[in-house]
Structures are given as C-alpha cells and as structure tokens.
C-alpha cells in the first residue's frame, strides 16, 4: 500500500503489540496496526515475535575529485536521492561493553533485531570472534542475526588497534576471525571490513601494508560517516542500573537521542558544506546494552528527521567512498572531516559523551 501523503510509515515495538505508525518522508508503504505481530518481510517474523518482550525487558555535481572522495561527483548513471539515506552499521558482535545486572547477550541482541525489523533497517553487523567466546548465548546471538537475514562482516578477532599491535600482528587477527565468520555468514559475501577505533595506521607503511593484504584476501572497508560515541552510554548505563538509579537512567535516554540527533545534523552540515550535497551516510553505533534498549527510538528519530535506510553496498556505492571499496586506491578512507578540512571548512566539535562520573 501508499500513502496518499507520500511518507514513510514505521512501527513501533512495545510488549509485543504494534502500537502506532511513525510518519517519515517521501514515497513507501504504510503499515498501521494495533494487532498481534504480523511482518510485511517473512524472515523478520520469528524474530519480531520471540524479541518483542525482549525489548520491553531492557527497556550538486563539480569537477573530478582527489581519490580521497573530496568533492566526489555522481556519475550519469547516479541519481540524488529524494531523502537522506543511512547505512546503520553495528560493530562488536556477539558482545559489547559491560553486561548490565540482570542483562542477557540474547535478549540485548533479539532486541537489536526486533527495531531494525520495524522499521525496516537493513543492518551490517562487524564481529569479534574473541568477544565473550565462553558464554553460550555469543553464538545464539550470531544465529539469531542471520536468521533475520542481516549480514556479518569482520571486526578482527580481539578488537585489535593497528596502531597499537602493528601491522603484522593486527592482519593475523583479521585472518583469526574469518572461520567463526564464515561458519556463521549463511553463505553470504563477508568480505566487508571494519577497523577497530577507525584506526588505519599511524605510518603510510603500515597502513599501505594492511590495505594490501586486505586487498588480497577480498576486503571492502566499512566507512564511517556519522556516529556520536554511542558506546560511552553502554558503561553509564551499566554503572546506573547496578545503583538503581532511574532518574539518571532517563536522563542518558535523553542526552543519547540528543547527542544522536546532533550528530546527524553535523554529518549533513559537513557533507553540504564540503561537497554541495548528501552522500549516502554510514552510521557506526554498537551492539550494547543501552543500544538495544534505545534502538526504537533512535530509529524513530532517523525518520523523524528525514532519513531512509539502506544497505551498506548501497550506500558505498557513491564515488565519495572509492577508498574503501577499492583498496588499489591509496588511503585512508575517506571521512567528512578530512574531506571538509581539505577545503578549509570549519569542523564543528561533537556531542558530549556521558561524563565519567555518571553513576560513578
């Protein structure tokens, strides 16, 4: 169906029930319904099912550019697209950041699942093999997210920084990783890769010697263009539930979607500013706690604002990020802040994160 106001519709999840229909931007279907689950995609309906509760429980075209993507110019055969779009990446699964007091990896990540399935999201998740390997429910969590047809690249398998281990070290946990990821890849193309702490190399030998070898071995790497350190909300999180404390709880939901919505705005700003229009975004958030409690109304937000999703190849379709998916190309990979700073545009801080003492 469409709606006749020609804007997107979102479901909402709570206690099982779709409770009402978010309204976003331009052409797609409505689905508005206040009965017992029912999914327009088949492979999300087991899940939305079984996760439900889950989520209640933790409640301009120029000249050619540099190869860095700086002013990257669409191709005749590229159209702008109507709204904004966001690629959502999901880094360090099957576990990330403290486990809150009473918490459960497979109620954290059946919720993960349950609001991306509502809203339609596609998803790229980036795994680390290494991460809370002892705990039985870690490969639940992998399994879940491939039943609900979402895709797994790699995070290496300890979350090692290039920076720190060098080189050689860091590409012998890349290639640790790839049997878990395959086992688990549903015989998908998980040949997409995601650096740990964005970093890529302090020296041009050490960053040319890991793109090379990723290179080989078939790599695309996943770009980050928006995120707001989600990650800092997981820690407060778990410090706020362990006291108990409700009321600093509901103001990290606040200061979560504020920082959330700040973020987007500045990643739009830079992407205007430095190159006259949207790219494709690519959003980096976590497989946390917090995340999974907040993921609803984060995606609500996104729609609120104007954004669509769409898929990670999608999205690095656009020339802008030609660093990451040809690793011929010199690096790093492209950002919009190198971008911006190339061109002498003023580069507008972050949100805050959460402070230290939070619940400390």
């Given at each position: ?15 099982g029930?779709v ?6 931007t ?20 087991a899940t939305i ?5 889950a989520m209640a429980s933790?409640s ?7 190869s860095k993507?700086?002013?990257a110019?669409l191709?005749?055969s590229?159209?702008?697209p ?9 880094d360090?699964?099957?576990?990330h ?10 109620v954290?990540?059946?919720a993960?699942?349950?609001a991306?399935?509502?809203h ?5 998740g980036?795994m680390n093999?290494?991460f ?5 429910k ?19 398998f300890?979350?090692?920084?290039l920076d720190?281990?060098g080189a050689?070290a860091?590409?012998a946990?890349v290639?640790?990783?790839e049997?878990a ?5 549903g ?11 964005l970093?890529e ?6 960053r040319d010697?890991v793109?090379?070898e990723?290179r ?7 770009a980050?263009?928006m ?5 800092a ?5 778990a410090r706020?539930?362990?006291r108990?404390?409700t009321?600093?709880i ?8 504020a920082?959330a919505?700040e973020?987007?705005q ?6 205007q ?7 494709p975004?690519v959003?980096?958030?976590?497989f ?5 409690r ?5 995606l609500?937000?996104?729609?609120e604002?104007g954004?669509?999703f ?8 656009d020339p ?15 950002t919009l802040?190198e ?9 507008p ?6 402070d ?5």
């Amino acid at each position: 169906m469409t709606n006749s106001a020609g804007r997107d519709a979102s479901w909402q999840v709570d206690s099982g029930r779709v409770v009402r229909c978010g309204i976003a931007t331009t052409t797609v279907m409505t689905c508005c319904r206040d009965d017992a689950f029912g999914s327009r995609e088949p492979m999300y309906k087991a899940t939305i099912l079984g996760a439900a509760l889950a989520m209640a429980s933790i409640s301009s075209h120029g000249a050619p550019a540099p190869s860095k993507g700086i002013s990257a110019p669409l191709s005749a055969s590229q159209t702008v697209p109507v709204r904004p779009l966001i690629a959502i990446t999901i880094d360090d699964l099957p576990a990330h950041g403290p486990l809150p007091v009473g918490g459960d990896r497979l109620v954290i990540g059946k919720a993960i699942i349950a609001a991306l399935a509502a809203h339609h999201a596609p998803a790229f998740g980036f795994m680390n093999a290494g991460f809370d390997s002892s705990d039985p429910k870690s490969s639940q969590v992998l399994t879940e997210w491939r039943k609900a047809g979402l895709s797994i690249g790699n995070h290496t398998f300890r979350h090692s920084n290039l920076d720190t281990v060098g080189a050689g070290a860091f590409l012998a946990d890349v290639a640790r990783n790839e049997p878990a990821i395959a086992a688990v890849s549903g015989g998908r193309d998980w040949h997409w890769f995601r650096y740990p702490f964005l970093a890529e190399g302090q020296s041009a030998t050490a960053r040319d010697a890991v793109r090379s070898e990723l290179r080989r071995r078939g790599y695309r790497i996943a770009a980050a263009t928006m995120g707001f350190g989600d990650y800092a909300w997981n820690d407060a999180f778990a410090r706020c539930t362990a006291r108990h404390d409700t009321s600093a709880i509901a103001a990290l939901e606040t200061s979560y979607l504020a920082a959330a919505r700040e973020a987007a705005q500045r990643s739009r700003n830079l992407s205007q500013a430095a190159l006259g229009r949207d790219i494709p975004y690519v959003l980096l958030i976590h497989f946390g706690a917090f995340d999974a409690r907040m993921m609803p109304r984060l995606l609500d937000l996104y729609e609120e604002m104007g954004f669509g999703f769409t898929t990670l190849s999608k999205a690095q379709a656009d020339p802008f990020y030609a660093t990451a998916t040809d690793l011929t190309v010199p690096g790093p990979t492209a950002t919009l802040e190198e971008t911006a700073r190339a061109k002498q545009i003023p580069i507008p801080a972050g949100a805050p994160l959460p402070d230290a003492a939070v619940c400390a």
